[in-house]
């Protein structure tokens, strides 16, 4: 059984970065939270700009212990900094699928047969 996979997005939420593809997680010199990613181009990414609602001191680091708590789970996850009015920012995990968008498929009824309360 393979490792689940655990993603981090951005704060806007057009990209997502999978954790093993970080290599560093830092505070740049604007006050963007970053992350570097490994590779030989190490190439910066920018997880929460500087311009949105504060991050507390310590935000990167609390983005290192969630992923450290969600190294061994069992399904795939998705780390996200979403905005509270009360807390301010602060990372939060979810599934990766959410289950509420893949429904099964409901089951036929007698219309889906052909057959019509009208013909019977």
């Known amino acids: 059984m393979s490792a689940a996979e655990v993603w981090v997005a951005k704060d806007d939420g057009s990209d997502i970065v999978?954790?093993?593809?970080?290599a560093a997680v830092g505070r740049d010199y604007?006050?963007?939270v970053t992350a570097r990613l490994s590779g030989r181009e190490q190439a910066v990414v920018t997880l929460v700009a500087h311009h949105g609602p504060p991050t507390p001191d310590d935000f990167r680091l609390q983005l290192l212990r969630m992923i450290s708590q969600?190294?061994?789970?069992?399904?795939?996850?998705?780390i996200r900094p979403p905005h509270n009015e009360l807390r301010g920012r602060n990372w939060r995990s979810g599934p990766l699928w959410d289950r509420r968008s893949h429904r099964r498929p409901a089951k036929p009824g007698p219309a889906a047969a052909g057959i019509h309360s009208r013909n019977l």
């Open 30 to 32: 604007d006050g963007n």
């Open 70 to 78: 969600l190294s061994d789970t069992a399904e795939s996850a998705i």
């Open 18 to 22: 999978r954790v093993p593809s970080i």
